[in-house]
């Protein structure tokens, strides 16, 4: 027997919890005085709006950082191994182990025999993607891409191949580099790519909208959404090489 190992997601902005976290999660993130956290700060907030009963400062919060320390994960779960007590890992936002850190911390518990149990929670990438109107049944997360123009150019070539066999790719970027991304998003892709900004999902601020890039490319400025400094997932599918070979035909 051992504790459990909890994978609690993060609010992904400023919400309610009683809005995207169903009740158990609730439970079962109050009940826990344990926490692995990738940033200390970020998970006492996060205690606080999840209603947790005890005074914060009563629990313990140990902090793994973005890229958690292999040496020292035994250490990080031996209350659970050697105690039985129950704790959980948390992220700055979202889910951890997807696109974050957890996932080197939860295969140890594996090893060790701790039961791990996932949380239902909000997803950026999985709600990105389901509101998307783009191939959920193959995708890809690719993560952030590159800063420089023009390895950032050849990726997103690259993303947009990928992307022809019916992948969506999907991806972020720092929320103050947004406009960047997207302007290169427009110079580089195809007028017939399919693009979807999945922004501030979650919060009273939410908009999602999926167009190619052709159509993107021709809204006035002032109609297309604030992307400078808000959080948003970038979803990209691309027309298959077949249908532009014989719409070419057609021409």
């Known amino acids: 027997m051992s504790g459990t190992l909890y994978l ?50 009563q629990i313990r919060i140990v902090e793994i950082g973005h890229e958690p320390d292999q040496t020292r994960i035994d250490g990080w779960l031996a209350p659970l191994a050697r105690d039985r007590i129950d704790a959980a890992i948390v992220s700055e936002a979202g ?18 025999g701790i039961t791990v149990r996932p949380l239902v929670g909000p ?32 990726r997103l070539r690259e993303l947009e191949r990928d992307a022809q066999r019916g992948q969506t790719q999907i991806f972020i970027e720092t929320p103050y580099r947004n406009d ?15 693009l979807s900004l999945a922004i501030d999902l979650t919060t009273s601020g939410e908009r999602i909208a999926t167009h190619t890039v052709g159509e993107w490319a021709a809204l006035p400025p002032g109609r297309r959404p604030p992307l400078d400094r808000h ?16 719409a070419s035909g057609r021409q």
């Open 180 to 194: 960047r991304l997207f302007a290169a998003i427009l110079s580089v892709c195809r007028p017939t790519t399919r």
């Open 8 to 57: 609690l997601p993060a609010l992904l902005g400023e919400t309610r919890a009683e809005q995207v976290l169903p009740q158990a999660t609730l439970d079962a993130a109050r009940a826990v005085d344990y926490v692995l956290a990738e940033d200390a700060r970020s998970a006492r907030a996060l205690l606080k709006a999840l209603g947790h009963p005890k005074p914060i400062a």
């Open 95 to 112: 889910c951890p182990g997807v696109a974050d850190p957890g996932a080197t911390v939860v295969a140890r518990a594996h090893a060790l």
């Open 231 to 246: 959080p948003t997932v970038f979803s990209l599918l691309a027309e298959p090489e077949r249908a532009r070979a014989k």
């Open 123 to 154: 997803s950026s990438i999985l709600l990105a993607l389901m509101a998307s109107g783009l191939n959920g049944q193959q995708f890809r997360f690719v993560g952030y891409l590159p800063r420089e123009p023009a390895p950032l150019a050849q």
